[in-house]
């Protein structure tokens, strides 16, 4: 398989190919409960498929109204999906109930992105390391790769991910990281 590099390719076309990526990822979470995402956007609009993946992944379940006739109902049911993020650790910045019912399509593959990285990342383990531990020492690991200039005592810690992607594409010389290429 080719290396795409998102970050330079046409934005509709990434957009669709983080779409189908996170319909993707939502329909192998959603399995168990006989749920099936088409399209992320529609479907997530009613609250109840995501609450059933938030249901899914972290085991709990959550308050919801089944009939969901009117739009005010919806907004109920993200409003409690959202709550139960919140409650569950996780920091949502200028998401609202009101942007996924819209189909906002940036604001909902934020909210998808940062379900993966809450459920998906802080549950990877290895060996007896796990979660935001594993996290960190994966960030030590790369802060230990880059080096910025000439002088090896020169060296800038990467705090998150996107700055590990920005500090390796200076390392290498190249302001336009390809980010398929990252090993």
């Not at 899914?56 to 006739?69: A, E, F, G, M, W």
């Not at 993966?116 to 994966?138: A, D, H, P």
Request: charged share 25%; proline share 2%; aromatic share 4%.
């Amino acid at each position: 398989m080719e290396a795409v590099d998102l970050k330079y390719s046409d934005p509709v076309q990434r957009d669709n190919i983080q779409k189908r990526t996170f319909t993707r990822w939502a329909n192998v979470q959603l399995k168990p409960s006989q749920v099936e995402v088409e399209d992320l956007y529609d479907d997530l609009k009613d609250g109840l498929k995501l609450i059933a993946l938030l249901e899914n992944l972290s085991k709990k379940p959550i308050k919801k109204t089944q009939r969901v006739k009117m739009n005010i109902h919806k907004l109920q049911n993200l409003e409690y999906a959202l709550r139960h993020l919140e409650k569950e650790g996780v920091k949502l910045v200028n998401i609202s109930n009101e942007d996924i019912l819209s189909g906002n399509h940036k604001l909902t593959l934020g909210l998808i992105w940062t379900i993966i990285c809450r459920y998906q990342f802080e549950n990877l383990s290895m060996g007896n390391v796990t979660g935001g531990k594993l996290k960190s020492l994966l960030l030590a690991k790369c802060n230990q790769s880059i080096m910025i200039g000439t002088s090896s005592s020169r060296i800038m810690h990467a705090k998150k991910a996107a700055t590990v992607w920005r500090m390796k594409g200076k390392r290498n010389g190249n302001h336009k990281p390809n980010l398929g290429s990252v090993s």
